[in-house]
């Protein structure tokens, strides 16, 4: 396959470390959790546990704009330096998540990603901040949603394109996209390693730079330690994949 022209990411547990809906539960954080996993390895469907876990969560505006701190602030390693590299190669970036959208755009801003290239779930606040819902009609609170959002994106997504992602959901983009690469560099989940093209083992993002450029080296000077890096680190993974 030629370098692509665009990357698209996932946002929790692959751009950056943790999983913002989990971050908010507060005292029912267990109970999230439990449903955010059994979603990210395909046990159930998303839409049945998106509405769930937002009514039992009820999250403030000035909660999940501190969710959009830490996103930033948790970033994985290399994330920021690779979409700087993939943009200087002139590799479009997006990003697609199921996660809350003022939150992604915080981490998409701090990335110098346009909003008009990140896909979340938005969500509604009454006027003194408490929860008022979510957008039940987003493709992206249930599943085959980020499947849909990159097949309605048609002409307008530079191909070949590459999807980066840590689940089910991302995995549900393999028909839509040229390279699914799993990223299980924060959490593993065995069928999306299984399903993918191509598994990321380190708990850096560096190896998406030599992926996407097909191991041709960049041509920003600045960027070829980081291609160094990334390339170093798929050579080291084991020859069999996580589980």
Known sequence: ???????????????????GIDLLAGPVREESQ?????????LVRLEDIYGRRLALIAPTRDQVAA???????EMVPDAAAVVAALRGEGIEVRILSGGLLPAVLTLARALSIPDRLVGAVNIFFHADGSYA?????SPLARSGGKLEMV???????PRPVMMVGDGATDLETRPAVDLMVAFAGVVVRPTVVAGADTVITST????????ALDHEFPRAHAA??????GAARLAAQSTERPS
Not at 35 to 41: D, N
Not at 151 to 157: E, N, P, T, V
Request: aromatic residues 8%.
């Open 1 to 19: 396959m030629p370098p692509v022209r665009c990357v698209i990411f996932d946002c929790d547990s692959t751009l950056t470390r943790i999983e």
């Open 34 to 42: 439990r449903l955010t996993e059994q979603a990210m390895r395909g």
């Open 67 to 73: 969710v959009g701190d830490r996103y930033v602030a």
């Open 133 to 137: 819902g979510f957008d039940t009609t």
């Open 151 to 157: 097949k309605g994106w048609g002409a307008s997504l």
């Open 204 to 211: 850096s993002l560096a190896p998406v730079l030599p992926l």
């Open 224 to 229: 070829r330690a980081l291609y160094e890096q």
